[in-house]
Structures are given as structure tokens and as C-alpha cells.
């Protein structure tokens, strides 16, 4: 379907992200340690831009957390360097927090090989979003998160509309306050970046901003999960001798235990990390530890706070 058919008369000249930036139009002139510190300048204004929005991050947050503990997932949708940037954070889930791929569901308009090559004419596919969204089997548990840095992308606005008609809660994350997207949304995140030192190029702030958001909403969603215990991620799984040795030391930081004993006690925990910081701290065997972790619903300070309440003073 031609963007026009549903978005008429989009003037892209006149986009936030489109714009021109006073500070970079002699960009062609300059040295390169100019251009890298322009460009440096430039990137510093992201952070305040997304600070300015943790209200509304904080907002979706909590509707994941809400998701994800009614049994739905997330779904993330973009076209172009947003799609690729909800891919890289969509993969890093498992590996980080332990959880099963299946709770965060990435779409790239032209599918993975738009990961590589651009698939440019699919962004102007509004039921190419739509048929994604619905292939999925998008429900009322679920939760889309939107990302378009222009907030006007037809595969990106399609694939929210179907997600609203069935149900599910959108999170839009775009650049452009009032936007389609924006307008779509639920929950609207619209970090103002300002223009790019090369006009147009949103792979730069612009993305710079939607890749700290995504990191906030995922790493802030899976804390409240009870993936993380102080700030150590005690659901990792060791898989490999990278994340073998990285368990070893997350029981030896949580427990005070030296390398080799914590290595023992994971063998003991059944590879589990968090049921050997339970049975350490708690001074407890596997399955008691594991009742309780299974009690407080994964949270391991939540399981440790109630073995202190149930013993004997």
C-alpha cells in the first residue's frame, strides 16, 4: 500500500529529523578531529533528550512488566536502522537475562535480510506492518513498541494499528512529538534530539536515543522480573566458558565466597545461579532454596527475606 493512501500530504521537509543543523553546514570544510568533535558535541545533547523522557519511559516499563507477568511478550517494530536497533536489543534478552526468546519478538520490514540489505520500499508498506503483527497472533496480553525516529514510517503505523484493533498495548519511541506514531500510541516516548550533523541521517542521534531507551526498558523490565539481584545478573546461563566463569564470580560477589568454592556450589545448585546465592546466603539445601525462589517468584532478595521472616528467633 502506498503511504499516501492512509498519510496524506506528509511534508518530510518540514520533520524534526529532516532538518538542517545550523552548527554543520561547513561539515564538508572541516578537519577530522573537527568533524569528530562536532559530531561528539552533538551526541551529548542524547542523554538529556532521553532524560527528559523517563516519565513516559518509566510508563512502559511498567506496562512490560504487566505483560510479561500475564504471560504475553513483547513485540518490537521498526523499518530501516530503528528495525535494526529493536533486532540488537531483541537478541540480547536471552543471553543477558536468561529469559525464553519467545517473550520479545523483533519485526524488520523486508524481514532479517534487511538487517544486511535495504529493504527501503517495504517501510512504505502499511499492511506489511499489519500481516506481521498479525502473523504473530498478537493478543491482548502483549505489548508493541514502535520505533520510527520520524514517527510517519507506513510499516511501522500499520503494525500498530493491528496491534491496537487486537488489544495489545503500544509504546511508540519516536523522535517526533504529535507524530503518527506518537498519536498511535498509548505510550509515547519523544526524545528531542534535535537535527543531525548530516541532515536526515537518524542512524546518528537520533538512534543513539532509541538504543539508550530500549536498553532502559528492557534492563529496567527484567530488574523488576527479578532477573538481577544488587546489580548482578543472577539468571544468566552458563553456556559457555565466558558466561561459566561469569557465573562463578556473580556467586563469589553475592556470597563472599572464593572462586573455587563458588564453582562447587553452582555443580551443587544444578547450574542454577540464583539457587546457589539462595542456598549460600540462606544457609539452605537445593530444594528448599528453590520453594522459596519458586515463592517469591524468581526475585532471589524477596526468597532471602522470607527464609529470615520463617526462622525460629
Avoid at 491482548?140 to 503505523?157: E, H, I, N, R, Y
Wanted: aromatic share 2%.
Amino acid at each position: 500500500m502506498h503511504p499516501d493512501k492512509d498519510h496524506t500530504l506528509i511534508d518530510y521537509g518540514a520533520l524534526p529529523t529532516e532538518q538542517r543543523n545550523p552548527r554543520s553546514q561547513d561539515l564538508d570544510r572541516r578537519s577530522v578531529d573537527d568533524i569528530l568533535r562536532l559530531i561528539n558535541q552533538e551526541d551529548r545533547h542524547v542523554p538529556e533528550a532521553v532524560g527528559a523522557e523517563i516519565p513516559h519511559i518509566a510508563d512502559a516499563v511498567r506496562a512490560i512488566v504487566r505483560s510479561l507477568e500475564a504471560g504475553g511478550r513483547v513485540i518490537y517494530v521498526g523499518a530501516g536502522t530503528s528495525g535494526r536497533i529493536g533486532l540488537l536489543d531483541a537478541l540480547e534478552w536471552a543471553p543477558t537475562f536468561g529469559v525464553d526468546p519467545s517473550i520479545i519478538r523483533p519485526v524488520v520490514a523486508g524481514g532479517v535480510a534487511a538487517t544486511i540489505d535495504s529493504a527501503a520500499e517495504v517501510e512504505d508498506d502499511t499492511d506489511a506492518g499489519a500481516r506481521e503483527i498479525a502473523a504473530l497472533g498478537t493478543a491482548q496480553m502483549d505489548v508493541v513498541v514502535g520505533l520510527a525516529a520520524s514517527g510517519v514510517t507506513p510499516f511501522v503505523l500499520g503494525a500498530v494499528a493491528e496491534a491496537k484493533r487486537r488489544g495489545a498495548t503500544v509504546i511508540g519511541l519516536t523522535n517526533v512529538p504529535g507524530s503518527p506514531l506518537a498519536a498511535a500510541s498509548q505510550i509515547a516516548i519523544t526524545p528531542l534530539v534535535g537535527p543531525e550533523v548530516i541532515t536526515g541521517s537518524t542512524r546518528m542521534k537520533a538512534g543513539t536515543s532509541q538504543k539508550l531507551i530500549l536498553n532502559m526498558l528492557s534492563t529496567a523490565a527484567m530488574i523488576l522480573r527479578g532477573k538481577v539481584y544488587s546489580n548482578l545478573m543472577v539468571d544468566v546461563a552458563p553456556r559457555n566458558r565466558k558466561l561459566v566463569a561469569r557465573a562463578h564470580r556473580i556467586i563469589a560477589e553475592a556470597t563472599g565466597l572464593s572462586i573455587p568454592q563458588s564453582t562447587k556450589l553452582l555443580d551443587q545448585a544444578g547450574g542454577q545461579v540464583k539457587v546457589a546465592i539462595v542456598m549460600a546466603l540462606g544457609k539452605i539445601d537445593r530444594a528448599t532454596a528453590e520453594a522459596r525462589l519458586q515463592q517469591a517468584g524468581g526475585h532471589v532478595r524477596r526468597a532471602l527475606e522470607a527464609g529470615h521472616d520463617a526462622a525460629p528467633r
